[in-house]
């Protein structure tokens, strides 16, 4: 039997754009009982007709389940309008995994951030292809998995690691500077579920060795970009970037510096868009709430 | 009578914060056949527990008159809930007055992104307390009223300015580096609807020099606030804010004048926002939606 | 016969890293009486070993002309150390031509900075292949010559814009948005001193349409980009980068007007180093003292 | 005796400025054998009329000991220019103490980025006025006193707290947000030479619960500032700042929170300028090489 509480909801819709849809909704929340505390939403353009919203809502005191609410907002809102929708529960907090290679900065500033509680997540594994990190990580108490990758077993490596990461419930990953690029059975697995941190401002200097490129170009500001990882390399759907300044006075060493500030910054608002269901994919972009 | 046609309006709302207040409206807005554009929403703290929305809409073909739309909106929604609101046409374009003294940056950047389409308002008078600028309204075929001031004149000239003001139904006033400070007499013909540009980062650096108190304090930081403005000089409610760079190198001429850059990218910003409906005040701050 | 005068010189070198240079050239600087009002120097990696310096300094009441000034230079100082070297002269204005198509607000930049005394240049003429802003350049009394640029008159049109250019003793070229490529013979006549502003973060969207580019590609930050000329098509040598944060909620038309700004800004900061002489090519990138 | 080295230095002098100040100290570094691998200057206004150097300089396998490179460099340049100067070598690690309390934002980043070679200093010790940060300091083996300050035992703390710095040969001290303002006493024993972050933009905020204040005035943009302490509390030279935007959705709490990222990022700018001797006071401003 489920007793009364409390439910605060982030509901996410994409549906084609007519009148009413914004009434129907905030109408069936009314209805239930619910504040709405937050709100956002985006029209594309006329030719495509498409209609995006995120709402914030909470139910004080409620008797209804959160099957209970799905299935009456299923009925009544969402299939009269053909919606994919999706709501999330801010009490549950999300399972985040991380993967990593040898690079520290960006898997530091996300477990610092968790244990500061400014990152709501929980962060049930940390995979890893070397050894560098384990004793950080076991100083969060995180379990730390070692799956080094060679030539042969990359297949073999990435299964393991596919089955430690749905052990674990896992909701997204983030690839903190993980150095192997995952095979196309791997991403399928986690669709718009893995986010990557890319050192370059994108599509400028994809691929390997972005510093060195941007350094050789002779390029005055530096980037990096977050993005939802697909098969196509540092191709997909960007959530978040940043630059800055550099000039002649800068080797590839100090822009590998400079960089590490703005990759662990410009990954830290990605997964924490992501972390409150602020991100929409639509096609190969996003919507950012 | 009033034939068909399209409106599209800007609603803003400020209400007691409660369950069903955007259901309200938009289940309204939905029954007058009325497409939503946009919409953003902010309450605040729980123990001030207040309501503030902005809802762009659509209404296409409709037999209905913005007055009767008002009507309809007032005494279904808007009192039920006591809401103070107002709805804006995109259709009717404000009325702005530029007020000048001898710098021309802010004026300029004013004038040629209305010429290019990029502000969206009519420009019927210019009124300054200098000659300096005459030539340059001209060349927008802008009528100017040279109005000086001294210390004897000066509540004369304010009516003047008001009897001119008030003349061309101005809706809201830019000065635009205008060096005079405003009676309490003359703001209060205008309340809310004064735009100042203070060339500093307020609250560092309120009245006079502030360039020169910005060099003397060795900051390493300049910039510029638009606000409101109210009787407290430089005290009204922000409306943007923006810091350029600066070093030692830096005199106090080469503040002045990486200064006006600052000055009119925020100038421009803040008028945007009030042209378009985006800004609520509230209390000595602003909701820029 | 040469009286006495003031010189203010901007000395620029470059050569062999190796002790002694600074010193060598501060003490002829010293010699001849002249205070240096500043200095900045780079040295490239160990390996290439390339020293360049920036040096401005100042001969009061001098009985001697720049000629012997850079005759004693040559022989003391610059043959024995295999330098490449320039002084150019405070009071000797640089005459900056402007190319220009269609878009009015690079070229609006530089002529109101130019008449405000932010730009220390002449401006002998204005090119163009439209007649739209012929009328913008009468404002600012400014000869604007019309040469229409099609398939069959391109090679010929070139020639008179060089004639042209010629005549007016041109410095340097702004191409202030021109939407024609330049032939390698019209660069050739004009080696590092024709200044492109092209509206992407290069290397990213490089050639046509870059903002619809960057909407298609769903990029957070958009550019612009001025570099020096060469026949490869927006592949010259950086002077100057910035960036602007958009969203989903900016259609192409709105990247288009946000990049404006940053268009004249970036384009405005890369023509003061020019005219500073502050930069210095080399290879294919630069240095920016 | 003194064997043959390297010796990488770093000269700081002021003096008043005329005429052979450049050439004088690199003809001198020149006659040691020393190459200079890096130089800036800066004058101040004609009427102050003081000259300002950092010159890096490099001495390969010299028999000279830094004793008789400075008792050499006093005689012949510095004493017959009145010059301020001073020499530091990059051979010899700067000894950096951290003074905190209980945030432990900055503190972090510090010794994170020391650990990761980034800050190129010692850090012999940490003095906290609370417990919270103890096991903190014990993971990165660093000596942690615990001295808490109340009414009664100010004066007495700040002694055995200036008796540990001095026994550790403290070059300068960082206030890594520690929550106790200095006396006098303690400033005058390290003059220059304590950092302090301060989380406003000063002189905006300054004093107190600088985040409430900017909550409370409705900024658009909040700052952080590094300044050497001295007698007037947030009063002292300016070496570094920054700001970030924020908007009317941003609680008290998302402004400290948002705080954190600043302060750590303008406090480790502010301590790598001072360790890398860029820094000179002048009165009550800095210059920042």
Same mark, same amino acid.
């Given at each position: 039997m489920h007793s009364n509480t409390d439910i605060t909801g982030r509901l996410l819709i994409c549906c084609? /754009?007519?009148?009413?849809i914004v009434a129907g909704v905030s109408q069936f929340l009314y209805a239930q009982g619910a504040n709405i505390l937050d709100a956002s939403q985006h029209s594309t353009d006329p030719w495509e007709g498409l209609f995006f919203m995120r709402m914030v809502f909470h139910l004080q005191?409620?008797?209804?389940s959160p099957e209970q609410l799905e299935a009456g907002f299923r009925e009544k809102v969402a299939q009269p309008r053909q919606m994919e929708w999706r709501i999330d529960y801010t009490d549950r907090r999300k399972r985040m995994a991380i993967m990593v290679s040898k690079y520290d900065h960006c898997m530091m500033d996300l477990l610092w951030r968790w244990r500061s509680g400014e990152l709501n997540v929980e962060i049930p594994l940390i995979i890893s292809n070397?050894? /560098?990190?384990q004793k950080l990580a076991a100083g969060f108490d995180i379990p730390f998995h070692y799956l080094p990758v060679d030539a042969l077993n990359k297949a073999q490596q990435e299964q393991q690691a596919i089955a430690l990461l749905q052990q674990q419930q896992t909701d997204f990953i983030v690839?903190?500077?993980?150095m192997q690029i995952l095979s196309p059975g791997f991403v399928k697995e986690f669709p718009g579920r893995i986010i990557n941190i890319h050192h370059?401002?994108?599509?400028?200097?994809?691929?390997?060795?972005p510093y060195l490129n941007a350094y050789t170009r002779g390029v005055k500001l530096i980037g990096a970009t977050a993005h939802y990882v697909t098969d196509d390399l540092d191709e997909g759907p960007i959530i978040e970037q940043d630059v800055a300044r550099v000039s002649h006075k800068h080797a590839v060493d100090d822009l590998v510096m400079l960089g590490r500030d703005i990759e662990r910054q410009v990954l830290t608002r990605a997964v924490k868009a992501h972390v409150e269901d602020r991100v929409i994919i639509h096609g190969n972009k996003t919507i950012v709430f």
């Open positions: 084609p /754009d007519r009148p009413g005191n409620t008797a209804m070397h050894k /560098d990190l690839l903190a500077r993980y370059s401002f994108l599509p400028a200097f994809a691929g390997a060795r």
